[in-house]
């Protein structure tokens, strides 16, 4: 699969505090997944390995069945399983065709040691989804 290049990341909020360098260090981490509508990216209750980011398109968010989110370009979602306990706590299923930035469990802890303030980002949002249940 192909690497995220610098421009797939400028535009994504999480990434604003990042310098050209640091964002080139970062998108060679991600892999590139091109997806079409109807496709269930994660499943709730299922271990969880990987990070996506939303580069273009839409996901679903559901839980209990029931949609909790849509999430769309510059959207982020798997951490919680990687950061807070292994069990992915909902279903994401794409509504749209959707570029998603992808990566794995210990690339996101590279990440995150070597870029604290994306690590403070993701963990807000981490504690903002746990808080809403």
């Known amino acids: 699969m192909p690497c995220a290049e610098p421009s797939d990341l400028v535009a994504v909020p999480l990434f604003a505090s990042l310098s050209e360098t640091e964002l080139a260090e970062v998108a060679g981490l991600f892999e590139v997944k091109d ?4 496709i269930r990216l994660v499943g709730e209750g299922t271990t969880g ?4 980011l939303i580069q273009d398109g839409e ?3 559901s839980a209990d069945g029931a ?7 510059g959207d982020f979602f798997g951490e919680l399983a990687l950061l807070a306990g292994g069990r992915r706590t909902a279903t994401v299923t794409t509504t749209a065709p ?3 930035l992808v990566l794995f469990g210990n690339d996101l802890a590279r990440l995150r040691t070597r870029h ?3 690590a ?4 807000a949002a981490m504690r ?3 808080e809403r249940g």
Request: aromatic content about 6%.
């Open 49 to 52: 390995h990987s990070f996506f």
């Open 116 to 118: 604290p303030g994306v």
């Open 59 to 61: 996901v679903s968010v």
């Open 35 to 38: 997806v079409r509508a109807g």
């Open 120 to 123: 403070d980002e993701i963990d």
């Open 98 to 100: 959707t570029r998603v």
């Open 128 to 130: 903002e989804r746990l």
């Open 67 to 73: 949609e909790v989110a849509a999430l769309g370009p």
